[in-house]
């Protein structure tokens, strides 16, 4: 690295490094906000107007969501995109900072996996690159995407149909974990999310039962059916369901019922198969009950794919920013909260993991996977929680807002903001990556598996936040960040 480049990271890392306070205010005002997919009004409002506030001219609204955003700063090539999602998960309320299950709103969402943190992460990445892009006269676009409802799966495919990503360069992905590292190749699953929807006959379940048709029943034959198709499913592929809707009480036999599904596979092409054997069997439970059965998409993804060129440069600059040196206190409430979850109490990690020549491809998915087959993609993992806690489990939310989240956090959005200043200011490697992606997708093309007439869901999960956001919101915190 040239004395020029490091003099411009260093300008990136001393306005982060400054800004640790309006970090770790913002990370914590999200993880209070704990708002479910497409109800992360407060959230995106304050990253939003923050974003406002220095200078980026902000689209509230893309593609039709309320709770996401556009911001952009800078003008002409390259642009360089930074995307992180924000969005918290049903009934995982947490106090942070004990080790013990303790919830704050009983029964009420939380974030147990850290997308407050991911939110802050991308927020002072963008902020630091604005001011250095000013200082150093760095020509380029800096393209900053709020992506709402990722547990959902929802957002990202509908940005990148609708040309959000057409002419941008280079896409990073901030996103929590226990380790700081990068890597490269299929690294998540594709995806579809599917609503099946009975419909029967209603009437008295002891008086006359012969007179219904039930959807609960049709209901139960799908869940039976899909249960024996599993012995015959390929390797890789992996389904799992909520009920949704089952009845009102259960001396009405039930005239409607409802299954939500997700069905994952390692491909693009290995979901649709799976999602049509599912309406296969539904469509069989409808026969045997004398009902019928009405199928809808709520979203469809891509595997996640990263691109090596951008994992190294990435892999370069967590190298260079090293692992945060947590206190005594820091491992010990690691250690605590670790036994209090029944895992091995080896505490944080010591150091950055080294780049890998293989990465896993794991049943897990994420939105972006989309973005990753328009454009190279990378994803900064950043060390912000505690080793071994599974996600979305209690103890996964319980270093969210301590000084863990924020210093692993402020780490990562340093490698983040060094990386974009390497493709700012690099033209020869945003060549090789070019390059490289093409050779890593070779002739596959990519096209949306959501439907190009399809809406976001507007209503998803505003139910759940109103019966909880007022007991909620005595918790909000009074101050707001000021990044200076």
Not at 48 to 63: I, N, Y
Not at 104 to 128: F, K, Q, R
Not at 223 to 241: K, N
Request: proline fraction near 6%.
């Amino acid at each position: 690295m040239t004395a020029a480049a490091r003099d411009v990271k260093s300008t990136a890392h001393d306005f982060i490094e400054r800004n640790a306070k309006a970090f770790a205010e913002l990370s914590d005002a999200i993880f209070y906000f704990g708002e479910l997919g497409m109800q992360e009004h407060c959230s995106a409002a304050l990253m939003c107007d923050l974003l406002e506030t220095h200078g980026f001219a902000v689209d509230r609204k893309p593609s039709g969501f309320d709770t996401g955003f556009v911001a952009r700063y800078g003008s002409g090539k390259p642009v360089v995109a930074i995307h992180t999602e924000y969005d918290a998960n049903p009934g995982n309320s947490q106090k942070s900072g004990v080790a013990e299950q303790s919830e704050i709103v009983p029964g009420a969402p939380g974030h147990c996996e850290g997308h407050n943190v991911n939110a802050a992460c991308m927020v002072s990445a963008a902020l630091a690159l604005r001011y250095t892009m000013a200082t150093h006269g760095l020509l380029g676009e800096i393209r900053i995407f709020g992506a709402p409802a990722e547990e959902q799966l929802i957002s990202r495919p509908y940005f990148v149909r609708d040309g959000y990503f057409d002419d941008v360069d280079i896409a990073l992905h901030p996103h929590i974990l226990d380790e700081f590292r990068s890597d490269h190749g299929l690294i998540q699953s594709a995806a579809i999310s599917a609503d099946f929807v009975f419909h029967g006959r209603a009437a008295h379940a002891a008086v006359a039962p012969w007179d219904a048709r039930d959807a609960l029943d049709a209901l139960v034959l799908m869940d039976v059916g899909m249960a024996q198709f599993r012995e015959h499913m390929l390797p890789g592929l992996s389904m799992h369901r909520v009920v949704t809707h089952g009845g009102e009480q259960p001396n009405v036999i039930p005239s409607r019922a409802s299954v939500w599904w997700y069905l994952r596979g390692p491909g693009a092409d290995s979901v649709n198969p799976l999602f049509e054997q599912a309406k296969r069997i539904a469509e069989g439970a409808a026969l045997m009950t004398g009902c019928t059965v009405e199928t809808s998409i709520r979203a469809a993804v891509w595997p996640v794919r990263l691109n090596r060129t951008v994992a190294e440069t990435i892999q370069r600059n967590i190298d260079a920013v090293g692992m945060p040196a947590w206190t005594a206190g820091e491992q010990a409430f690691a250690r605590e909260l670790q036994r209090a979850a029944g895992k091995k109490d080896d505490g944080l990690r010591p150091s950055a993991t080294p780049f890998s020549s293989t990465s896993r491809q794991i049943a897990a998915s994420n939105d972006c996977g989309d973005i990753s087959w328009k454009v190279p993609m990378g994803r900064v993992w950043f060390p912000a929680n505690v080793p071994g806690l599974p996600f979305h489990h209690w103890s996964a939310g319980a270093a969210l807002a301590t000084s863990i989240a924020h210093r692993g956090g402020i780490a990562g959005a340093k490698a983040l903001a060094a990386t974009a200043i390497d493709y700012l200011t690099d033209a020869a490697l945003l060549a090789r990556t070019e390059k490289s992606f093409g050779e890593e997708i070779g002739g596959t093309r990519y096209a949306p598996l959501i439907a190009l007439n399809q809406s976001p869901p507007s209503a998803l999960n505003a139910e759940i936040m109103e019966r909880y956001r007022v007991d909620m919101e005595r918790f909000y915190p009074a101050v707001s960040p000021v990044f200076v």
